[in-house]
Each structure stands twice: as C-alpha cells, then as structure tokens.
T-cell receptor, first 114, second 110 residues
Framework: AQTVTQSQPEMSVQEAETVTLSCTYD???????LFWYKQPPSRQMILVIR??????QNATENRFSVNFQKAAKSFSLKISDSQLGDTAMYFC???????????FGAGTRLTVKP | DTGVSQNPRHKITKRGQNVTFRCDPI?????LYWYRQTLGQGPEFLTY????????KSRLLSDRFSAERPKGSFSTLEIQRTEQGDSAMYLC????????FGQGTRLTVV
C-alpha cells in the first residue's frame, strides 16, 4: 500500500519569504504521479503542481516549485515570495499510474504573516 | 460556472436517517471521484467512476454507502442509516488528467 507522510502539521512564513513544505511517500511502484493541492479556509481544493515520476526535471509553476528526489521518495514544495493568499492547508498526494485511488497526506497548515 | 458543483453544502441529520449528496462534474470530464475528509486529515478515497461505470471502491465504502452515476453525468452518494462516525466533509472531484475538486458537502450526524 502507498502511504504519504507530511511531517509538518503547521508552518508559518513571513510575507515575501520562502518556505518549503516536506512530503515523503512509500511505494514499490516505478510509475506514478505526485501532486500538491492547496485548500484555503472554507474553500475547495486546488491543484498547485504535479510531477510525473518518470520526469527527472522538477516541476515549476510560477512561485511554486518542487524538489523531487525519487530515490529518497521525497517530494517537497517550495513557495517563493510568499503571499497572504498562500495561507491554506497544503496536501501532498500520490497516485499510481493506471490506478485512480489518489492517496493524500494529512496536510500542512501554512500561515503567511504580514 | 464551469467548476465541480456539490449540493448541498451542509447537511445536518439525525442518526439513523438516510442522506443523499449530489455532484455535478465539469461537463467534459469522464472521471469522477468521491472522497471523505475528516477534520485535520487529508481526503480519503471512497470510489471512482469512469463515465457511468463504478470501477473502484474503497474498503471504507461500507454496505451503507452507495454511489451512482447514471448516464455518466452527475453522481449521487447515499448513506443509509447514518452514524455519528459518518460526520465528515464529502468531496467530489472530476478529471480528464488532473482532478478538480468541488467545495464539498459537510455532513453532521447528531
């Protein structure tokens, strides 16, 4: 079974600073996808960034980038130039290729302080 | 609105009652998912549809839970004989490649 671990229940960062959220996962699969989702307070989950395991290049989306270490089974999210609107729960998720059961971590609550 | 729509947003029910939730996916998405999320936890997979076919079900989906997706469009999730442990946020998502989530239905069983 695949498990996803987010070891930081809560984090905070000053506006305009950089923060890194950690995620590790456990799998014996070679082909899979990894995701970071954002869930603002009382609002719906939004996909932040996605990484295919077969790609060595780390995905980036504007201020969001990942550090994907396949051998270490690590998938951290870096948020640069943090903005107040980045305040949210962040969930790391894993999905094996060909299977539609997306497994989520317990989440990290990020607070961006002015 | 072209996003995933879920109704109702909130539902309070007495223990033992049946409840039904509806999800309207993004129209061109053939895949639809139901998840359950309890406070302080990440979403847990319940079931998956491709078009009208229910292809995967989690062991979390007990006999009291049933989901349908007639005609491959909207989906319903019914919980029979609700229990207090069913209290949670029920999330629906649809996808072609990436999953887009609705705002969820928050169920409170009293």
């Amino acid at each position: 079974a695949q498990t996803v671990t987010q070891s930081q229940p809560e984090m905070s960062v000053q506006e305009a600073e950089t923060v890194t959220l950690s995620c590790t996962y456990d799998t014996s699969e070679n082909n899979y996808y990894l995701f970071w989702y954002k869930q603002p307070p009382s609002r719906q989950m939004i996909l932040v960034i996605r990484q295919e395991a077969y790609k060595q290049q780390n995905a980036t989306e504007n201020r969001f980038s990942v550090n994907f270490q396949k051998a270490a089974k690590s998938f951290s999210l870096k948020i640069s130039d943090s903005q107040l609107g980045d305040t949210a729960m962040y969930f790391c998720a894993f999905m094996k290729q060909g299977v539609n059961d997306m497994r989520f971590g317990a989440g990290t609550r990020l607070t961006v302080k002015p | 609105d072209t996003g995933v729509s879920q109704n109702p947003r909130h539902k309070i029910t007495k223990r033992g009652q049946n409840v039904t939730f509806r999800c309207d996916p993004i129209s061109e998405h053939n895949r639809l998912y139901w998840y359950r999320q309890t406070l302080g936890q990440g979403p847990e997979f319940l079931t998956y549809f491709q078009n009208e076919a229910q292809l995967e079900k989690s062991r979390l989906l007990s006999d009291r839970f049933s989901a349908e997706r007639p005609k491959g469009s909207f989906s319903t999730l019914e919980i029979q004989r609700t229990e207090q442990g069913d209290s949670a946020m029920y999330l629906c998502a649809s996808s072609r490649t990436e999953a887009f989530f609705g705002q969820g239905t928050r169920l409170t069983v009293v």
